[in-house]
């Protein structure tokens, strides 16, 4: 963003951002370390890059010298899964620890094994980004908290372009725009996941940034500039993590309709446009196929054996219907006794933090209906009396609900690889943070579904709502880990 363009940034979103940044930062204080789903993977990948330059090449479970030192030193497998058992908490723990790491340091060992588990697979950028702030402290012990900020710095951009989609999908009410900013920013599982060494937190950041840009277009119409925003935006997040693909879909027949839209006024410069987006959108994908193919292995890597065994047979596609949706007659049922929307999305949105070891009491995932089932009836009241504006807009909700679709799909077709050995491996709320936007404009149609009265009132009651929600998630993470 330009210099011009940040300073039209309205406060509020700037706001936004502080709050998703300082909750983030809270977490990454609060969840010990590793402690955080394949963060020792994670950071396994950044030391590989840091210390030979290369990314990782085996998918083995293989860690350091200095992250085992620190593993050992901070009891992670006894505290892993076992939530009956506490981190270390003592001064007398905490210099055992310290020179325990200070040994291997000394002796100098390395990680040679070029193996980072089941973040080998993902594409490298995120993790050379956080190789900044590793070369910034001289062992684990400081490197992790630096990485895990600039996690949280992420956290902010997506808090920050979650606003901006908001104003620009629901101009009319400014106030409005508050609440769903505000609302993100406080989504406990966002502070969560942004606050360790995760890609994810990147992917949530240019995630939020695609929506608003697409939206941007939608509203004010496709311009070069937009157009090279978009197709880079694209590209940062193939680079990012493989799950960005869910996206693509949507993103793609959104920049189509954007290009006929334009093209009303002038074809040239409307195709002109949609080609500098390809182009760009495709530069990493054609550069990564070169250097590939240079090394004489698979095209696409990973993602080419993905595709030659892409199907979608009626056993799977019902497979990832009834992983959201209850089943429909005729379906086999893959899920037996478990209603999924529940149990396994809306639950682990409310509370599902640690190595998913960490949780309310039963009764807090019940009472939690109430609230989630009065936002929706406000923001569904809202959408039938805007009901014309929706159809004027079908077009761009369409683009929306293909995002969100292909973002579901990806993570179900993912899980159905285990199936039935594990009936839902993947089923877990933070997959599907990319669509957070989403979740902005819904907070905010329900704030103002409350009407023009009560409707400021309603959003600071859902303000309220989330925050405590966070408060009070980190506060089960402390009685978790420090009780």
Known sequence: MSARALARVPRAAWLCALVAGLSAAGWSILTPAFQAPDELDHYAYVELLAEHGDPPVSRDEVQGPEEVAALTGLDYLQVRHQPRDHTISSRAQQQALEADVASVRERHLVNNSRAAGVAASEPPLYYALETIPYRLAGSVLGRLPLMRLLSAFMAALTALFAFLFVREALPSVGWAWIVGGLGVALAPLLGFISGSVNPESLLYAVSAALFYCLARGFRRGLTPRLALAIGALIAVGLATKLNFIGLLPGALLGLLLLGARAARSSRRSALGSLALACAVAAAPVALYAGLNALS????????????ASARLPA?????????????LPGMASDFPGLFTARQLWFDGYVGLYGWFDTTFPGWVYEAALLPAAAIAALCARELILRRAALRRRAGELIVYALMAAGVMALVGAASYKSFPARSAEFAEARYLLPMLPLLAALLALAARGAGRRWGPAAGASIVVLFLAHD????????SRFYG
Do not use: C, D, K, N
């Open 315 to 327: 056993a799977e596609l019902s497979y990832i219907w009834q992983l959201y949706l209850p089943r």
């Open 471 to 478: 408060i009070f998630s980190q506060l089960l993470v402390v």
């Open 296 to 307: 004489r292995h698979r095209t696409l890597g990973i993602v080419s054996a993905a595709l």
